[in-house]
Nanobody
Framework: QAQLVESGGGLVQAGGSLRLSCTAS????????MGWYRQTPGKQRELVAT???????NYANSVKGRFTISRDNAKNTVYLQMNSLKPEDTAVYYC??????????????WGQGTQVTVSS
């Protein structure tokens, strides 16, 4: 088994910053892409940003220039630095990772979600 644990959410004023972290643990052989998604009530979960093992990144247009995704492969951790936050960034943020376990099985894993609230 493997699991993802997120941290770093909270309440911040518009224009402020937050940094989310997500660490994978368990019977992990390797991790492919990692990413962040977000969801608000009544809406589908949407991609925020992804990063490959080699560091190639992809961002939603709505966060380009404000958010930065990074990862520390040695720590099995992915980060999301969020700057210039807007009220519309308010959502539950979920970490995602494509993990190859030591038994060679490959699965998509999700974190439990962390609430980010941006006040105007």
């Amino acid at each position: 088994q493997a699991q993802l644990v997120e941290s770093g959410g909270g309440l911040v004023q518009a224009g402020g910053s937050l940094r989310l972290s997500c660490t994978a643990s368990g019977r992990i052989f390797s991790i492919y892409a990692m990413g962040w998604y977000r969801q608000t009530p009544g809406k589908q979960r949407e991609l925020v940003a992804t990063i490959t093992t080699g560091g190639m990144t992809n961002y939603a247009n709505s966060v380009k220039g404000r958010f930065t995704i990074s990862r520390d492969n040695a720590k099995n951790t992915v980060y999301l630095q969020m700057n210039s936050l807007k009220p519309e960034d308010t959502a539950v943020y979920y970490c995602n990772a494509r993990i190859v376990r030591v038994d060679a099985r490959e699965y998509d894993y999700w974190g439990q979600g962390t609430q980010v609230t941006v006040s105007s």
